[in-house]
């Protein structure tokens, strides 16, 4: 458009005067009575303006009579001069920026004489109280006051960009622009489009180096009349956008806040985070805002007074953190349940908003999934955060030349203590008892928040970030929370069991290790063994999880936890003991003695092994004859483990070490875990023991013991056959002596019917009739020495006899070869008789003729 440059000089004079009239056009307006404007300037003596022809200026001219005109003058049927128009001012800007973007070389002449006019435009402050009949005129002023302010900004920002030095004609107005918007915002209407460009401008300013104008009208702003307004759409529609800017400006002033201020602000930003009707992403903005305002209350405690009164903030945004997971705690259940239906759906929330949005035509909410992922977002915001509050309310009244302040919640790093006459007093490093209640929200509802994360890579993130709020704690403080919040996390840990790994991390602590061990283990003993009468209950697998936890972490520092444990020692033992013998299932109560004398065996434990001396009998009792009876083989192996791994010295188990022989012969006739345990064992007793006290302790089963180590010599890739060869070595000539002793062999009983007749009768129906005691019957009959039995019934019985025998012996029906076959089958039975009837009297005689009787007879 280069044709219309030549108009474009003339139309931003017109907008200077404009600007330069506007005072006298709010006051024409607004102010009771005549208002008298003075004659408008000639063009050539306007400051700063250039000349222009009076042909130019005619017909913007304003009317000689304007100081006769009254409020009332611009009533109906009469028309309003453009240079007193609210509306031609609220459009001027835009039009002026539009005309800057096109002609670039308009700019360096027009701003210095523009920008004061503009200035000066948006700082007037209109009327304290408007008439009825003039609200529109006041709506009008407002407007073309933020349209001005709006554009402006947005010409600012226009022209920085494109000319670097333009920031320096802004720079002497930075105090009045910034003073002008919060102006706005305390005399503007309740307009929601209003409001919301003024917000908008204040955006604007944020994002540039003019924001330090801002910094001293901080109180203002913490008002929420001024910052939202006091109408109703207002406050349902522009409270994200404000509190969001007012976030942005106490971050950029957070260390120049007095205590007085910084109360104010954690009041106003953690009713916000608990208010439903605010989204989560605001909610996450107001946790954040606290989180950075941690590190400058602590930096105030400088006395004694400051530091009760930082300590109070610093206990009011922890409570705001702790009442978050609490609410959570009840609305994540839902949110998983939605999640696992796959249901894209609102929640209850969203669902009750839904006629405000309709009236206000606002957005609809984000799906589901935005909620789950902006719900994960605040979670670990404020997990994060516990951390850094928690660990300024621990060291709040520690003299800041002793601790290093860190936001992150880390370690203090101490320094030369400061000295006696100190106006600090004495030192308090820890929580006290209501913040001890408090913190325990953490505990209590805070890891029920954690089920939400089901990635493992932001599971495993967020229990180490969990694990890390307490292991950060003074070790009283530890103890005093847990011993609140065990039955709660126990639950949650059934229900979820990832969260055990907050067990493992802190049994690995050195700072907090032992007091947590200490508040774990009289836990677990006082109410949680009668769970293990259910060995498949989830809760019987979590106290057997954490009993693992616990002994394998005492067990790698026994002189630290030896006295921890030793009162709790032989409960368990006698508890397990009790209920083995009792209970139908005694699987778990064996499983935690195995644990218990695992992690036993594995350290120097001289009070607790010398505690459990008395027990060892019993206990022994009680396993061997539980491995005489009718067991599971899962019991069977774990019998077997717990009877040679026993907690005690070698000096204690001599006088039980012949009972424990026949667990080692099984043990090495088992599966290769016992196979290993027997060996180790068996070598362990080879070369502590003296020959001559260990062999009548092994003369029962030496014969076992060497057969056992013989089946294990087989080559490699074998494992054991090494170790069994080196054994049969120690053991030197014992490993023979037992080939003189006859072998005890299998010997298999005569089933209960050794012969049987299958019978059938019609139609057919077979039947079996055992004969058995027909047989012994028949063989007393033919044996009796006395003769009263008549012959004919001793005929039948041999002749019975003959036939059940050739059945047996698979003989055909007549033998031919009666010489071979009776004397071989009479040597046979001679050999079976009992050697007293061996003397040479008739009975002989009588024997191998009843033998051969029995051959030579046809059969039945």
């Given at each position: 458009m280069p044709t219309q440059e030549t108009e474009v000089q003339p139309f931003l004079d017109f907008v200077c005067k404009i600007y330069q009239n506007f005072r006298l056009t709010v006051s024409h307006f607004f102010e009771s009575g005549a208002v008298v404007a003075p004659a408008m300037p000639p063009p050539s003596s306007m400051s700063g303006l250039p000349s222009l022809g009076s042909e130019d200026v005619k017909p913007m001219e304003m009317p000689d009579q304007v100081g006769s005109s009254t409020p009332s003058s611009t009533g109906a049927g009469q028309l309003n001069p453009s240079t007193r128009s609210f509306k031609i001012v609220t459009e001027s800007p835009l039009v002026v920026m539009f005309l800057f973007q096109l002609y670039n070389r308009l700019v360096q002449t027009n701003i210095p004489q523009l920008l004061p006019l503009m200035?000066?435009?948006?700082?007037?402050?209109?009327?304290?109280?408007?008439?009825?009949?003039?609200?529109?005129?006041?709506?009008?002023?407002?407007?073309?006051?933020?349209?001005?302010?709006?554009?402006?900004?947005?010409?600012?920002?226009?022209?920085?960009?494109?000319?670097?030095?333009?920031?320096?004609?802004?720079?002497?107005?930075?105090?009045?622009?910034?003073?002008?918007?919060?102006?706005?915002?305390?005399?503007?209407?309740?307009?929601?489009?209003?409001?919301?460009?003024?917000?908008?401008?204040?955006?604007?300013?944020?994002?540039?180096?003019?924001?330090?104008?801002?910094?001293?009208?901080?109180?203002?702003?913490?008002?929420?009349?001024?910052?939202?307004?006091?109408?109703?759409a207002c406050f349902e529609t522009l409270r994200p956008l404000a509190y969001s800017l007012l976030a942005e400006i106490v971050h950029h002033v957070r260390g120049d806040l007095s205590l007085s201020q910084l109360s104010r602000i954690i009041y106003l930003f953690s009713s916000n985070m608990h208010d439903a009707s605010l989204s989560l992403s605001i909610h996450t903005t107001c946790a954040r805002l606290m989180l950075?305002?941690?590190?400058?209350?602590?930096?105030?405690?400088?006395?004694?007074?400051?530091?009760?009164?930082?300590?109070?903030?610093?206990?009011?945004?922890?409570?705001?953190?702790?009442?978050?997971?609490?609410?959570?705690?009840?609305?994540?259940?839902?949110?998983?349940?939605?999640?696992?239906?796959?249901?894209?759906?609102?929640t209850l929330k969203l669902k009750l908003e839904l006629p405000v949005q309709a009236v206000l035509n606002i957005q609809v909410p984000?799906?589901?999934s935005k909620e789950v992922s902006d719900c994960k977002h605040l979670i670990k915001t404020l997990v994060m955060?516990?951390?850094?509050?928690?660990?300024?309310?621990?060291?709040?009244?520690?003299?800041?030349?002793?601790?290093?302040?860190?936001?992150?919640?880390?370690?203090?790093?101490?320094?030369?203590?400061t000295p006696p006459n100190s106006s600090v007093g004495q030192p308090f490093k820890g929580l006290r008892e209501e913040e001890v209640w408090r913190a325990s929200g953490v505990l209590k509802s805070g890891v029920r928040c954690l089920a939400l994360f089901k990635e493992k890579d932001e599971e495993r993130e967020m229990?180490?970030?969990?694990?890390?709020?307490?292991?950060?704690?003074?070790?009283?403080?530890?103890?005093?929370?847990?011993?609140?919040?065990?039955?709660?996390?126990?639950?949650?840990?059934?229900?979820?069991?990832?969260?055990?790994?907050?067990?493992?991390?802190?049994?690995?602590?050195?700072?907090?290790?032992?007091?947590?061990?200490?508040?774990?283990?009289?836990?677990?003993?006082?109410?949680?063994?009668?769970?293990?009468?259910?060995?498949?209950?989830?809760?019987?697998?979590?106290v057997l999880h954490l009993f693992r936890f616990l002994f394998g972490a005492v067990a790698k520092a026994p002189a630290d936890c030896e006295r921890i444990l030793q009162p709790h020692v032989s409960v368990i033992v006698e508890t397990c003991m009790k209920n083995a013998s009792e209970v139908e299932r005694p699987l778990g109560y064996l499983q935690l003695l195995r644990t218990m004398f695992r992690a036993l065996a594995g350290g120097k434990f001289e009070l607790l092994l010398r505690d459990l001396i008395p027990t060892l009998q019993p206990c022994l009792n009680m396993l061997l004859a539980m491995l005489e009876g009718p067991t599971a083989e899962e019991m069977r192996d774990l019998l077997l483990e717990l009877c040679l791994t026993l907690p005690a010295r070698l000096s204690s188990l001599l006088p039980h070490l012949p009972r424990?022989?026949?667990?080692?012969?099984?043990?090495?006739?088992?599966?290769?875990?016992?196979?290993?345990?027997?060996?180790?064992?068996?070598?362990?007793?080879?070369?502590?023991?003296?020959?001559?006290?260990?062999?009548?302790?092994?003369?029962?089963?030496?014969?076992?013991?060497?057969?056992?180590?013989?089946?294990?010599?087989?080559?490699?890739?074998?494992?054991?056959?090494?170790?069994?060869?080196?054994?049969?070595?120690?053991?030197g000539g014992r490993n023979r002596r037992f080939l003189k002793e006859p072998l005890a062999l299998e010997c298999k009983e005569n089933p209960?019917?050794?012969?049987?007749?299958?019978?059938?009768?019609?139609?057919?129906?077979?039947?079996?009739?055992?004969?058995?005691?027909?047989?012994?019957?028949?063989?007393?009959?033919?044996?009796?020495?006395?003769?009263?039995?008549?012959?004919?019934?001793?005929?039948?019985?041999l002749k019975f006899l003959q036939v059940c025998l050739s059945s047996q012996l698979d003989l055909p029906g007549r033998v031919t070869d009666?010489?071979?076959?009776?004397?071989?089958?009479?040597?046979?039975?001679?050999?079976?008789?009992?050697?007293?009837?061996?003397?040479?009297?008739?009975?002989?005689?009588?024997v191998c003729l009843v033998t051969n009787s029995i051959l030579n007879l046809d059969p039945l």
């Open positions: 200035v000066a435009a948006i700082s007037v402050p209109g009327p304290d109280k408007v008439p009825p009949h003039l609200k529109t005129h006041f709506t009008e002023l407002k407007g073309a006051q933020v349209k001005h302010l709006s554009t402006h900004a947005l010409t600012v920002s226009f022209l920085t960009y494109l000319l670097k030095s333009f920031a320096d004609y802004i720079r002497p107005h930075e105090e009045s622009i910034c003073k002008s918007i919060v102006n706005l915002l305390v005399t503007c209407s309740d307009s929601v489009s209003i409001r919301k460009e003024l917000l908008i401008a204040l955006k604007h300013v944020l994002g540039t180096d003019f924001k330090r104008g801002l910094f001293p009208l901080i109180d203002t702003l913490l008002e929420e009349r001024v910052l939202v307004g006091i109408g109703r950075n305002l941690v590190e400058p209350i602590f930096e105030k405690g400088v006395d004694l007074q400051s530091m009760d009164e930082a300590r109070i903030l610093l206990g009011r945004i922890l409570d705001a953190f702790v009442g978050k997971f609490s609410t959570f705690k009840r609305t994540i259940p839902q949110l998983l349940e939605d999640v696992e239906e796959g249901k894209e759906r609102s984000v799906e589901h955060g516990m951390k850094t509050i928690i660990w300024s309310i621990t060291h709040a009244h520690l003299p800041r030349s002793q601790v290093s302040p860190s936001a992150h919640g880390t370690p203090s790093q101490m320094l030369p203590a229990i180490h970030l969990f694990s890390q709020i307490l292991a950060i704690m003074e070790p009283r403080d530890l103890m005093d929370m847990f011993s609140l919040c065990m039955p709660e996390l126990f639950e949650c840990m059934v229900s979820n069991t990832q969260l055990v790994h907050i067990v493992s991390t802190l049994l690995q602590a050195p700072k907090v290790f032992r007091p947590f061990a200490d508040v774990l283990v009289n836990f677990l003993v006082s109410s949680k063994l009668d769970a293990l009468k259910h060995p498949d209950s989830p809760a019987a697998k979590l424990l022989m026949k667990p080692l012969v099984m043990c090495l006739n088992g599966s290769d875990e016992l196979v290993s345990l027997g060996l180790r064992t068996l070598e362990f007793w080879i070369d502590s023991l003296n020959p001559d006290f260990l062999e009548p302790s092994m003369a029962n089963v030496m014969s076992e013991v060497i057969l056992a180590l013989w089946s294990h010599l087989r080559p490699a890739p074998y494992p054991w056959g090494g170790k069994s060869l080196q054994l049969l070595g120690k053991l209960e019917h050794g012969l049987r007749l299958i019978l059938t009768f019609e139609p057919e129906t077979p039947f079996l009739v055992p004969l058995d005691r027909c047989i012994n019957l028949a063989i007393a009959a033919v044996m009796n020495k006395n003769s009263s039995m008549d012959a004919f019934y001793r005929k039948q019985a009666d010489g071979l076959i009776s004397k071989h089958l009479s040597t046979v039975l001679v050999s079976s008789v009992d050697p007293s009837w061996g003397r040479s009297d008739a009975s002989d005689v009588k």
